[in-house]
């Protein structure tokens, strides 16, 4: 499976931006798709995920309410809407994928086997 990221950008705080991950190769019928961020001196965090099988989600703590993952079935497109974003949520976003995932295992970045290429989020204060 090959991921493409995209829809990073600049954004003033308080903005939204909305992050695609299209699937080539293959369906992400059978996966579990989480897009994850990684800021400068920091380690790559989990941020939210989708298993595509039930739509069942996951959310990490500091995005929640405000961050919304959806799937395009057709499209074969994750969505990752971005709402009343701050200056923390500045990062490179990576989506990836994997089938086999359970849900106690989603926010593990170690275990999703295939990785886009990553967009940059800029939020100014």
């Known amino acids: 499976v090959q991921l493409q990221a995209s829809g990073g950008g600049l954004v003033q705080a308080g903005g939204s931006l909305r992050l695609s991950c299209a699937a080539s190769?293959?369906?992400?019928?059978?996966?579990?798709v989480g897009w994850f961020r990684q800021a400068p001196g920091k380690e790559r965090e989990f941020v939210a995920a989708?298993?595509?099988?039930?739509?069942?989600?996951s959310y990490a703590e500091s995005v929640k309410g405000r961050f919304t993952i959806s799937k395009d079935n057709v499209k074969n497109t994750v969505y990752l809407q971005m709402n009343s974003l701050s200056p923390e949520d500045t990062a490179v976003y990576y989506c990836a994928a994997s089938q086999g995932i359970i849900i106690t295992t989603m926010r593990n970045s170690a275990i999703y086997r295939y990785w886009g290429q990553g967009t940059q989020v800029t939020v100014s204060s």
């Open positions: 989708i298993r595509w099988s039930d739509s069942t989600t």
């Open positions: 190769g293959r369906t992400f019928r059978s996966y579990t």
